[in-house]
């Protein structure tokens, strides 16, 4: 399997996957910048809550993919047609 397959797989071959941990993560990194640092973060996001609601919608948005990634893959990550389990072009 290749480098680039294999980074793929992590991600289950899904963009929205991905966006869904950029979001968590950036929650996360805000969080540690707003607690560990001590930054008021309010005078650019708009509110303390900010981080947290980025980490839950990020954990929200991959699942929700990743229930209707798994029914569209096979075990390989290969997109399949979901009826006939036959690989899509």
């Known amino acids: 399997m290749s480098v680039l397959q294999q980074s793929k797989s992590w991600f289950k071959n ?3 996957i991905l966006w869904a941990r950029i979001v968590a993560l950036t929650g996360v990194a805000l969080s540690y ?3 560990v ?3 008021d973060l309010s005078q650019w996001v708009g509110a303390k809550f900010w981080p947290i609601y980025l980490i ?3 954990f929200l948005t991959e699942l929700a993919r990743r229930r209707t990634v798994t029914s569209a893959t096979n075990e390989d ?3 399949v047609d979901k009826k006939t389990g036959k690989k899509k072009k």
């Open 33 to 35: 910048v707003s607690v």
């Open 56 to 58: 839950v919608v990020g």
């Open 77 to 79: 990550n290969v997109i």
């Open 37 to 39: 640092q001590g930054v």
């Open 14 to 16: 899904s963009l929205t």
